[in-house]
């Protein structure tokens, strides 16, 4: 399924600059090496059967940052982003060619277990999707697949970390047992990236997390994000411009499976280099 | 959304035809609303139809079965002669009571009865027989549990003949001509007098649910066909349960779509729709023939039936575990969880009351099954009660099957009784299903 070669890996110099990689595209004024580069990708190609959905993608996801991924729809970029922690190897007809780094580790690895990078980048999907079972247990699940705890204590006390964390802890404290299919759109959504932190990923991916949301709790989740990059990097996939502008640090535009411009935020959204990315940014297309 | 990447004209073109609006009244919502009520109709007369049939099967079932619950006993006053019981004198002996003559017993207590009806052998004979033919077994119950009762006199309550439980039953009417009747004239005197001494009574048939089967329809019951019918069951529940969500699970969630999954899904469809007595064939040839293992016994018996139910329980579970939202895969995916965790946790929980839903259908079909069981011997005249899965046994079905083949009047009542038990073990499995799905979904 997976055609990643580790020549492929030896002919990127691994070492190689990040604005290298933004300057061709426009350029980042201020060099970035101030944060370091979480994860790499070089030359990322998808293929869902004949389709050819995402086209030589090279892009850094700095470390402690928001990297935004905008473009209209089937422009790839949730494509991208299942790249990131693999979950498109649950798609049978997809195929990913090219290289993912982690902390410099190649994540296609054949010898890399798919269960270990996925607790260390965590995902929340588009439409809440807590499991059908209680609150606490929604929570403590990835905890106790990954051995994070080993005694009640432990585990209660990563839940309610995980709780305050992401903001959902007053709300639901004296109904831990109740399902969590029971809450609010928002809530669901808050105990879904409660569910992802608890196994203190190091990468949060967020597929489009507001779009089933209404303003208050969208407002809700931006906070949370903002405050979660402390100790997260976090990719997070939008169709809102104002919340990439408002959550992230970088910006990365896709178009038709190319990455057409990456940026600084501010400097997608103010002066972007590609006539495309201005066009949708200012609502042109898309 | 923002979802065109290409900007699409919006609003009509000019010189376009005159906007046209819903109206909200006149003929066509009139129709509308006819054809709505019409619909309900249908459904409310299809449910009455269905609900009307189910009532008149079962209520005729009952008519003609509830009197198998009864059993009509007579009164005779037993001698326990010493002569007959201890023939050589001296101390009471078990092995000698075991073996006495008890059937004379029952013919001296007749004949004391009816002192009018010694002279003539023929007589004697019909007098013998308006009682169970098995009643000296009764007797010699009685005796070897209390040997005491040897010289003493007492009356006994035994059962009447099959004919003469159907006549008190009114099963047979009086005002034909003898000719045409089971039961005799002088037969039907003697009733009467019995009846009219008091000595004729009407008690629950605890025979039928603790007997096996018997030639003689007094004497025979359903237990030794239940707990046929409930090891056949174990047996079929113990192995297509498991090896069909088993099957279900891989092919769903693990097998990789290709030709030879494809095969195997067209094939497992193309089984579920073979005649089941081909199943009874197939099980002939390999477990009894190839295997060598017993015949009529449950244990081949519910092999058989568990391949018949195999396909049901897979297809349920398959398309149970196809409801399962991908959102919860995804879900456990994303945190890291293992395709076998993703399924033992998530999936397969979810979609357990699917699967008990058609692990029922599956089950309840394999309980009425006759077919496939004639081939491995399971139609067989079997009066032990079966005490494993190795003994000779029958299930229900097939003892509805032979008793409804028996040429005794006192038959046709117990077929339709042991029908109503076959149906009421039906729907205590059903409801014992129905809870589990319950309990299932409380959970989540």
Redesign the interface.
């Known amino acids: 399924m997976m055609s990643n070669t580790t020549q492929a890996t030896a002919a990127a110099p691994a070492a190689a600059p990040i604005h290298s990689v933004d300057e061709p595209r426009g350029g980042d004024p201020r060099p970035a090496t101030a944060t370091a580069v979480k994860i790499k990708a070089r030359d990322v190609n998808v293929y869902y059967g004949d389709k050819h959905a995402l086209k030589h993608v090279d892009l850094d996801i700095n470390e402690n940052e928001v990297t935004a991924l905008i473009g209209?729809?089937?422009c790839g970029k949730s494509t991208f982003l299942r790249c990131l922690?693999r979950?498109n190897d649950?798609i049978?007809s997809c195929r990913v060619v090219g290289d993912i780094t982690l902390d410099e580790a190649d994540i296609y690895d054949p010898s890399l277990d798919?269960?270990?990078?996925?607790?260390r980048v965590?995902?929340v999907?588009q439409?809440p999707?807590?499991?059908?079972?209680s609150i606490y247990d929604n929570v403590a699940?990835?905890p106790r697949?990954?051995g994070l705890a080993h005694n009640k204590a432990d585990i209660d006390d990563i839940v309610r970390q995980s709780l305050e964390r992401a903001g959902l802890l007053k709300e639901v404290h004296d109904r831990l047992d109740q399902?969590g299919t029971g809450l609010s759109g928002g809530q669901q959504q808050r105990l879904?990236i409660a569910?992802?932190i608890a196994?203190n990923p190091e990468v949060i991916l967020m597929d489009e997390p507001c779009s089933a949301l209404d303003p208050i709790a969208t407002a809700r989740i931006e906070e949370l994000i903002d405050e979660l990059r402390e100790n997260f990097t976090i990719v997070i996939v939008t169709?809102s411009m104002q919340q990439a502008a408002r959550v992230s640090q970088r910006t990365a535009f896709f178009?038709?499976g190319d990455l057409v411009e990456v940026g600084n935020t501010e400097q997608i959204f103010t002066n972007p280099k590609d006539s495309r990315t201005q066009g949708y940014i200012t609502?042109?297309?898309? | 959304m923002t979802d065109a990447a290409t900007p699409t004209p919006v609003g009509p073109s000019p010189g376009a035809s005159p906007i046209r609006r819903p109206v909200l009244s006149g003929p066509h919502l009139r129709r509308r609303y006819a054809a709505e009520r019409r619909f309900r109709l249908y459904g409310l007369a299809s449910i009455a139809v269905a609900g009307l049939m189910l009532l008149l099967l079962v209520g005729s079932i009952w008519q003609k079965g509830h009197s198998a619950f009864w059993q009509t006993y007579v009164e005779i006053t037993v001698t326990f002669s010493e002569g007959v019981l201890n023939p050589d004198g001296g101390p009471v002996d078990h092995h000698e009571l075991e073996r006495a003559d008890y059937l004379s017993l029952v013919r001296d207590a007749l004949k004391e009865q009816f002192p009018e009806a010694t002279g003539d052998r023929r007589l004697r004979r019909q007098l013998y027989g308006i009682v169970s033919t098995n009643a000296d077994f009764a007797l010699r119950r009685m005796v070897l549990d209390d040997p005491s009762l040897v010289g003493q006199r007492r009356p006994v309550w035994v059962k009447l003949s099959d004919d003469l439980d159907s006549l008190a039953k009114g099963h047979i009417r009086r005002d034909l001509p003898e000719s045409d009747r089971r039961v005799s004239d002088i037969e039907l005197g003697w009733y009467d007098v019995l009846d009219k001494a008091g000595r004729i009574e009407s008690r629950f048939n605890v025979d039928l649910f603790t007997a096996g089967d018997s030639r003689e329809p007094v004497e025979a019951g359903i237990y030794g066909a239940l707990i046929g019918s409930i090891l056949t069951m174990t047996i079929t529940l113990l192995v297509s349960f498991p090896v069909g969500v088993m099957a279900a699970v891989y092919l769903e969630e693990f097998a990789p779509r290709n030709r030879l999954t494809d095969v195997i899904e067209v094939n497992i469809n193309n089984l579920a729709a073979v005649p089941s007595i081909v199943f009874g064939l197939l099980g002939l040839a390999v477990f009894l023939n190839f295997f060598g293992l017993p015949r009529s016994a449950p244990l081949v018996g519910g092999l058989v039936l568990a391949l018949m139910t195999l396909p049901t329980i897979i297809i349920a579970s398959r398309s149970a575990l196809k409801a399962v939202p991908p959102s919860i895969r995804e879900a456990a995916f994303g945190l890291g969880a293992s395709p076998l965790q993703v399924v033992t946790h998530h999936v397969l929980p979810l979609a357990m009351p699917g699967i008990l839903t058609g692990t029922i259908i599956g089950m309840a079909q394999a309980l009425g099954e006759t077919a496939p069981l004639l081939m491995i011997g399971m139609v067989a005249f079997i009066v032990d009660i079966p005490q494993g899965f190795t003994d000779p046994a029958t299930v229900l079905p097939v003892q509805i099957y032979l008793w409804a083949d028996s040429p005794e009047r006192a038959f046709v009542e117990r077929t339709s009784a042991a029908i109503l038990v076959l149906l009421g073990f039906l729907v205590l499995m059903n409801a014992v299903a129905v809870l589990l799905r319950k309990r299932f979904e409380r959970r989540w």
């Open positions: 209209p729809s089937g922690n979950m649950v049978d798919v269960v270990q990078l996925r607790a965590g995902m999907f439409k999707n807590p499991f059908p079972k699940y990835g697949i990954h399902p879904c569910r992802a196994v169709h178009h038709l609502g042109r297309f898309g």
